[in-house]
T-cell receptor
Framework: GDSVTQMEGPVTLSEEAFLTINCTYT??????LFWYVQYPGEGLQLLLK?????DKGSNKGFEATYRKETTSFHLEKGSVQVSDSAVYFC?????????FGTGTSLTVIP | GAVVSQHPSWVICKSGTSVKIECRSL??????MFWYRQFPKQSLMLMAT?????????EQGVEKDKFLINHASLTLSTLTVTSAHPEDSSFYIC?????????????FGEGSRLTVL
């Protein structure tokens, strides 16, 4: 079945460091891909998305490119901030169903 | 963007009691809402799909008599955890998609943390 495999955390980085969180997927058909962010004590918020191959989603300095050949949607940010500390979820949607990765906890230290 | 609100955001109850969690779409109508459960340091697990005016569709392994879902209007779905036990303690999150389409962005509530003593 469809699934998402996400890099395990936790990840701890110093402020201004480069961030990569790996995400790969398995899906039949042509899924849309998402990254959601969950700040402490809150629900999930959409961070960025891509709906077809080679699309690049971007928001708040984060980027992810839909790579069909490697079935990946890795999240990157060039310079993280303390305020980026959160849990990040990779997700795919096929039809009406969403599938989430296990989440990667990121802590950015000053 | 569209807003989904959950209430209460946290609740503590005694074992054996029932707890109701509300999920409201504040500025859009949602014929379908989704209920998830999230254990610490784990992903979201889809529990059920709530359909306005009809019975919810439960995922395999989710007890429908334990987790009662009612979707009485286009802006409100409720999840009732009946006869709660400590193992039901979790973070429950709802989500909804504007309109009746099966595509488009999914908006999440803030989540409701349930602690059963």
């Amino acid at each position: 079945g469809d699934s998402v495999t996400q890099m395990e955390g936790p990840v701890t980085l110093s402020e201004e460091a480069f961030l990569t969180i790996n995400c790969t997927y398995t899906a039949t058909g042509y899924p849309s891909l998402f990254w959601y962010v969950q700040y402490p004590g809150e629900g999930l918020q959409l961070l960025l998305k891509a709906t077809k191959a080679d699309d690049k989603g971007s928001n708040k300095g984060f980027e992810a490119t839909y790579r069909k050949e490697t079935t990946s949607f890795h999240l990157e940010k060039g310079s993280v901030q303390v305020s980026d500390s959160a849990v990040y979820f990779c997700a795919l949607r096929t039809g009406n169903q969403f599938y989430f990765g296990t989440g990667t906890s990121l802590t950015v230290i000053p | 963007g569209a807003v989904v609100s959950q209430h209460p955001s946290w609740v503590i109850c005694k074992s054996g009691t029932s707890v109701k969690i509300e999920c409201r779409s504040l500025d859009f109508q949602a014929t379908t809402m989704f209920w998830y459960r999230q254990f610490p340091k784990q992903s979201l697990m889809l529990m059920a799909t709530s359909n306005e005016g009809s019975k919810a569709t439960y995922e395999q392994g989710v007890e429908k008599d334990k987790f009662l879902i009612n979707h009485a209007s286009l802006t409100l779905s409720t999840l009732t955890v009946t006869s709660a036990h400590p193992e039901d303690s979790s973070f429950y999150i709802c989500s909804a998609r504007p309109g009746g389409s099966n595509t488009g962005e999914l908006f999440f509530g803030e989540g409701s943390r349930l602690t059963v003593l």
